[in-house]
């Protein structure tokens, strides 16, 4: 079996363990989720994918701009909803899914297939439509309350292997899995419901509501063209003429409105493009639509091109296109991170600091361009700076794993050992890994270098972890598990 089938079946164990801690429903035959539930059965997902899904893409400018994306339809939500959370996976194949409690995934594959910005919006308006709808919920609460442990580990195993052969191959080998794909595969009903609620969203949102009509009817073709292979979205989402006719119908009487594509749409886009396949190939291909001009937007198609040069490590001439896209006046956090980027791969940690503080004073809410500050200063050795600046940061950020991962780096340069296992075990504490957060402040306890009052804080902070932890534990273990 290959590996990637190997890390599907050992995380099944501790998703079943948490699906065996659902409430105690008595003697019902059939149980409800609540909102709670679908929140933890996501978070457990989500975890899972964070920490062992190789395809997930942990890049904040992707993913950043999918959340804002999200957001602007989200926004336009009336009823009750939860927190949503985007994310982006690297994968070629064409597809989306929505996991439990507002957590929505994105293969690259399906980005890079869409034609416009209201296209991808018309996925993530669909999708958004699916989690506030409860449609996965609603699907399983038709099974029994002894059913339904399996179901949910094996739900989450589904739709974590989804489009991905190997990975499939694992899941299917509990034999139940081939069924419950079945049922995790939306109903009509639940399609054409998402189709109305996710074309209000998007027209509320100022999008081309014929956008989802149109990217649904290329996706009909391909399909067709292709039955043996068809993108993994008309698997899940079952797609029929009779849905397309009833999107067009809604859409028909509305007047038409031209919508410009936003920038950071067609930067991600060709920062996607560019890392696909070799870098080699990468720059050809950008070099030859600049030279036939073969582009809707110059200064997405050079900043691809800056990107695949950099990525094959050409970095004279990234600069160079770089200096083009100044020409053409081109304003973006993601040029002006790549710029840093090309002055630290130049040993010039100098200019990129100077590059990402004025960006920085531009775009202060940019993640992609505080997580380069502070790492082009820890690079520089100069670890008081960068924690000066995580200390700030992390008073408007305090959520943020990656920037107490980062503070617990400047801390361990700085000598300060009982800070930096502190910081540590913040970032695993926000990443849902208990444990290893529990191990982080129990070597605090051992640093030898706090004081009473810091060691004081340390003490009730593993109390607290320890007792989040017991009352996991003491979760899943309900219902007889």
Same mark, same amino acid.
């Given at each position: 079996m290959k590996?990637?089938?190997l890390l599907?079946?050992a995380?099944?164990p501790?998703? /079943?363990?948490?699906?065996?801690?659902?409430?105690?429903?008595?003697?019902?035959?059939?149980?409800?989720?609540s909102?709670?539930?679908?929140?933890?059965?996501?978070?457990?997902?989500?975890? *899972?994918?964070?920490?062992h899904?190789?395809?997930?893409l942990?890049?904040p400018?992707?993913?950043?701009?999918?959340?804002?994306?999200?957001?602007?339809?989200?926004a336009?939500?009336?009823?009750?909803?939860?927190?949503?959370d985007?994310?982006?996976l690297?994968?070629?194949t064409l597809?989306a899914?929505?996991?439990p409690?507002?957590?929505i995934?994105?293969?690259?594959?399906?980005?890079?297939?869409?034609?416009?910005e209201?296209? &991808?919006?018309?996925? @993530?308006?669909?999708?958004i439509?699916?989690?506030?709808?409860?449609? /996965?919920?609603?699907?399983?609460?038709?099974q029994?309350?002894?059913q @339904?442990?399996?179901?949910?580990? @094996?739900?989450?195993?589904?739709?974590?292997?989804?489009?991905r052969?190997?990975l499939?191959?694992?899941a299917?080998?509990?034999?139940?899995?081939a069924?419950?794909?079945?049922?995790?595969?939306?109903?009509r009903?639940?399609?054409r419901?998402?189709?109305r609620?996710?074309?209000?969203?998007?027209?509320r949102s100022?999008?081309d509501?014929?956008?989802?009509?149109?990217f649904?009817?290329?996706?009909?073709?391909?399909?067709?063209?292709y039955?043996?292979?068809?993108?993994?979205y008309?698997?899940?989402?079952?797609l029929?003429?009779?849905?397309?006719?009833?999107?067009?119908?809604r859409i028909?009487s509305?007047?038409y409105?031209q919508?410009?594509d936003?920038?950071d749409? &067609?930067?991600?886009r060709a920062?996607?493009?560019?890392?696909?396949?070799?870098?080699?190939?990468?720059?050809?291909?950008?070099?030859?639509?600049?030279?036939?001009?073969?582009?809707?937007s110059e200064?997405?198609?050079?900043?691809?091109y800056?990107?695949a040069?950099?990525?094959?490590?050409?970095?004279?001439?990234?600069?160079q296109?770089?200096?083009?896209?100044?020409?053409l006046?081109?304003e973006?956090?993601?040029?002006?991170?790549?710029?840093?980027?090309?002055?630290?791969?130049?040993?010039?940690?100098?200019?990129?600091l100077?590059?990402?503080?004025a960006?920085?004073?531009?775009?202060?809410?940019?993640?992609?361009?505080?997580y380069?500050?502070?790492d082009? /200063?820890?690079?520089?050795?100069?670890?008081?700076?960068a924690?000066k600046?995580?200390?700030? *940061?992390?008073?408007?950020?305090?959520? *943020?794993?990656?920037?107490?991962?980062?503070?617990?780096?400047?801390?361990?340069?700085?000598g300060?050992?009982v800070q930096?296992?502190?910081?540590?075990?913040?970032a695993?504490a926000l990443?849902?890994?208990?444990l290893?957060?529990?191990?982080?402040?129990?070597?605090?306890?051992?640093?030898?270098?706090?004081d009473?009052y810091?060691?004081?804080?340390?003490?009730?902070?593993?109390?607290e972890?320890k007792?989040?932890?017991?009352d996991?534990?003491?979760?899943?273990?309900?219902?007889g598990?």
């Amino acid at each position: 079996m290959k590996l990637k089938s190997l890390l599907l079946l050992a995380c099944l164990p501790p998703l /079943l363990a948490f699906a065996n801690g659902l409430p105690d429903m008595g003697d019902r035959s059939q149980v409800d989720f609540s909102p709670a539930v679908e929140k933890r059965t996501g978070e457990a997902a989500m975890q *899972d994918i964070r920490l062992h899904d190789p395809s997930y893409l942990n890049d904040p400018e992707i993913n950043g701009y999918l959340n804002r994306l999200g957001a602007r339809l989200v926004a336009q939500i009336e009823e009750s909803h939860p927190d949503f959370d985007f994310f982006a996976l690297r994968d070629s194949t064409l597809n989306a899914f929505a996991m439990p409690g507002g957590y929505i995934g994105v293969h690259t594959g399906l980005i890079l297939t869409t034609r416009s910005e209201s296209e &991808l919006a018309s996925v @993530l308006a669909h999708e958004i439509s699916h989690v506030t709808q409860h449609h /996965l919920a609603r699907q399983l609460s038709t099974q029994s309350q002894a059913q @339904l442990p399996m179901l949910l580990a @094996l739900a989450i195993a589904v739709i974590a292997s989804r489009n991905r052969a190997d990975l499939a191959q694992g899941a299917l080998m509990t034999g139940q899995a081939a069924g419950i794909q079945t049922q995790l595969n939306y109903s009509r009903d639940f399609e054409r419901e998402a189709d109305r609620l996710g074309l209000q969203l998007l027209e509320r949102s100022g999008f081309d509501i014929r956008a989802m009509a149109d990217f649904f009817v290329r996706l009909q073709k391909y399909g067709r063209l292709y039955e043996s292979n068809a993108p993994g979205y008309l698997r899940t989402h079952p797609l029929t003429s009779e849905r397309i006719a009833d999107m067009e119908n809604r859409i028909q009487s509305r007047p038409y409105r031209q919508i410009t594509d936003s920038l950071d749409y &067609l930067l991600v886009r060709a920062k996607l493009k560019a890392g696909e396949g070799t870098s080699r190939d990468a720059v050809t291909d950008f070099a030859s639509q600049l030279r036939e001009h073969k582009y809707t937007s110059e200064i997405a198609t050079r900043y691809g091109y800056a990107v695949a040069l950099f990525l094959d490590q050409n970095y004279p001439a990234a600069e160079q296109e770089l200096q083009e896209l100044r020409r053409l006046k081109a304003e973006s956090p993601m040029i002006e991170h790549l710029a840093a980027e090309l002055r630290n791969k130049q040993k010039d940690a100098t200019g990129a600091l100077k590059i990402l503080r004025a960006a920085l004073s531009r775009y202060p809410q940019e993640r992609a361009l505080a997580y380069a500050l502070t790492d082009t /200063l820890l690079t520089a050795r100069q670890p008081q700076e960068a924690l000066k600046f995580t200390q700030d *940061d992390l008073l408007d950020f305090p959520g *943020d794993a990656r920037m107490h991962a980062l503070q617990a780096r400047a801390y361990a340069l700085l000598g300060q050992r009982v800070q930096e296992h502190r910081a540590q075990a913040e970032a695993y504490a926000l990443q849902g890994q208990l444990l290893m957060a529990i191990e982080q402040l129990q070597l605090a306890q051992k640093s030898g270098d706090g004081d009473f009052y810091t060691l004081s804080r340390v003490d009730a902070r593993l109390r607290e972890l320890k007792q989040r932890h017991a009352d996991e534990v003491k979760e899943q273990k309900k219902s007889g598990s």
